[in-house]
Every structure is written in C-alpha cells, then in structure tokens.
C-alpha cells in the first residue's frame, strides 16, 4: 500500500500544469453492485465502414475486408506454422503514433450528414471505438490492466478516446521479443484463414502489415445511451446464414491448445470474458479460435458462438456474467454524461481506473489531453 501511495505521488508531480481543479465523485466497480438484469442494448447496425492500407491511409470504402476461408474439413486438420515469415515478412504499425479518434472523425464528417436521425441524433449519441467499450465491459472482473478514458464534449456528442497508461506504455517499450513474436502469430493467423476475395483460397506467402485494417461503424444503444461507434474486422464469411453485416463477420483470435480442464475452466472464466464483450458488442455471431501448440503450430480449430459463451461459466462461481458487464458499462456512460457537462473541445476529463479502486476523474485543458483534432473541430464548426 505504502508503495502504491509513494508512486501515486510521483505521477502526481509529474502530472502537467493544465491541470484544473477536478470533481470529487468516483465510481465504483464491484461486479455485486452491477448486479441487476441485463439492460437494453439494441442490435447493432452498421452505418458504414471504411478501411486503413499498408501505408496506414484511410480510404472511405471496403477494400481491406477479407473472406472468411476455413481450411477443408475432410482432411487431417489444419498445421498452420505460425512463426512462418518472422520477423522477415513483418510488417508491424508503429505504436508510436497515437491516432485516438482521427480514422472515426474522418468518418464521420464525410457521414454526418447522411446520419438516420438527422443531426440532432448524433448531438445525444457517443462515440468511440469499439475496443474502449470493451475495456468497460470487462472492468468489474479486470485484475491486471487499468485504463484510462479521456472525454470530451462537442456540440452536444460525448467523445471517448483511450490514453495510453504509463504502466502500458512501460510495458510496451519493454516488450519481451517472445510477446512480439506471439503477436505476430496472431495476425499469421488470420493470413492463413482469409482470403481477398470471395471464394478464392489464403495466401501465406506473402507479408503481415498490421497496418491495414479493415473498420465496421455501427450503431446501437445502450439503456438510454445512444453509440456510434467502430472496431475492426477480420473478415466476412461469404457463406454466413445471414450476409448482413455485422452477422456475417467472424472474429478470428489465438489461444494455446490445452491439455487438462483445470486449463479450460481458466480459459472461460478469463479469455472468453475478453472475446465474449468485443464480439457481442460489434454484434459478431461468431468466434474462431486457433488452438496454438507449443512449436507454434495451429492444429485443432474451434467455433465459438458469442451468444453461447456466457454457457461455459452460468454455473461457475468464479465466473462473469454479462449483465455484471453491461450494466456497469451503462453506469459509466451515466457517470460520463453527468461529470463533462461543459461544451468545449479543448476541455477534456480523464477518468482512470487501476484495479481494486473506483474509477476518478481529473480534469485538464488543451495538450497533451485534448484529443479531438483542429480539422475536426473546424470542419464541424464552419
Ligand atoms: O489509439 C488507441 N489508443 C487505440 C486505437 C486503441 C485501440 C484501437 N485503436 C484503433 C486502431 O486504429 C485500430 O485500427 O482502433 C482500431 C481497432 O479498433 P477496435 O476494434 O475498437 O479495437 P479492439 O477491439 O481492441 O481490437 C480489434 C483488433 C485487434 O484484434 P484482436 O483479435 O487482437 O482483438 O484491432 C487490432 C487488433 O488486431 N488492434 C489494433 N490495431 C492497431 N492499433 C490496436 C491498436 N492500438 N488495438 C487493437
Ligand atoms: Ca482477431
């Protein structure tokens, strides 16, 4: 205790001199406070999407969504190398470069217009990226990782936008080469099972660039929250039930093969939570899960429904449950819309959570918080 209280007080002096005085509130996160019947969330409807290219650039259309092409069934099973083209056929983004909301400000201001609801719907809406809303979903169960959320209103919409913690970004610089390499196998994953057009087959060969990204924008609404939001999509499966997306999507993700059910039942309480929030929230039906051994290889795949996760852990005392998540995702939004009352885009309150503690709020002005950038801003305002 006495150590975190010392280092509290080192971020204190470190923090920057734009600092305000800040609102006292705080709010908790014990999932037996969040305990209720699962609220209202609508089903998400997909507004747009747009995609990012090996350069990072952002094109208003589809061009990087990839077709879901699983390897036949009849045969052996996959024997996917994933270590395959490390590092020589890598291509990794620089993390470096912070792009808060800028690819879904892009977006929406070639959107906003068009938007259903004309402009006062997106006046009473948030927005954000899908991945922040997940990091909220999963809080109340969170042991390891904080966060924090910058927040900024602007012409009536809540804008969330992720800030790197310093324990994250100490981490990050200090990455372990095995942590890079597991990353990678990720991506050599989803090389292996998609395709760049309909009914053609993957092509191994050539390089991974984490670059290009392929993002859905959606629509829901969360209790009386009304989203907009985005996430990025591995691929579309041209032989889905429905080829309406977001039910055609298929999120494809990595784990280790496991031996013993002491191994299965960690899986579920901790891994399924994770993929659980991110694919429900996108309206994603489906999860496919590469089972990794250790030379690297994927050898055994499994589907996952995301309305049938939840199943694995209804009888497990240690376990989440959905309605935990949601509502404590709808309380944060109610905690969010009630602290930033002031219009203003250089304004921004930033909550941060650590585990074990209440989330708090601080409120500064201009850099280095501030994220909503002057070409936004000024194209809004005109
Ligand atoms: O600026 C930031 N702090 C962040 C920006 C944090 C998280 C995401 N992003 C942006 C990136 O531009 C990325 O293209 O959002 C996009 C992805 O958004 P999302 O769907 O809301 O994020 P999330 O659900 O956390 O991740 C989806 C996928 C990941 O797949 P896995 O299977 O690992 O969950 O997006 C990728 C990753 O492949 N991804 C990222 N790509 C680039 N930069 C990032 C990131 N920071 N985080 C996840
Ligand atoms: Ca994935």
Redesign the pocket.
Known sequence: RRENKRRAEKVEAAEPRNKLPSPASLLPTDPALYSGPFPFYGRPSELGCFS?DAQRQYHGDAQALRYYSPPPTNDQGPHFDLRDGYPDRYQP?D?EV???LD?LLRWLLDHRGKLEGGPGWLAGAIVT????L?KLLTTPYEQQEGWQLAASRFQGTLYLS?V?TPAARAQRLARPPLLRELMYM?YKFEQYMCADKPGSFPDPSGEVN?NV?F?SVLRSRLGNHRLLF???VDCTDPRAPSTQPPACYV???TSKEMHRPGHWRSFYRHKLLKWWA?SFLLGVPNVVAGFRNPEGFVCSLKTFPTMEMFEYVRNDRDGWNPSVCMNFCAAFLSFAQNTVVQDDPRLVHLFSWEPGSPVTVSKYRDAPYAFLPTWYVEAVTQ
């Open positions: 990012l983004r993390e912070q792009e808060g690819h990226w899908r991945g922040h997940t992720e790197e990720g984490t990204a993002c985005s996430g990025e999120e494809l993700k991110q």
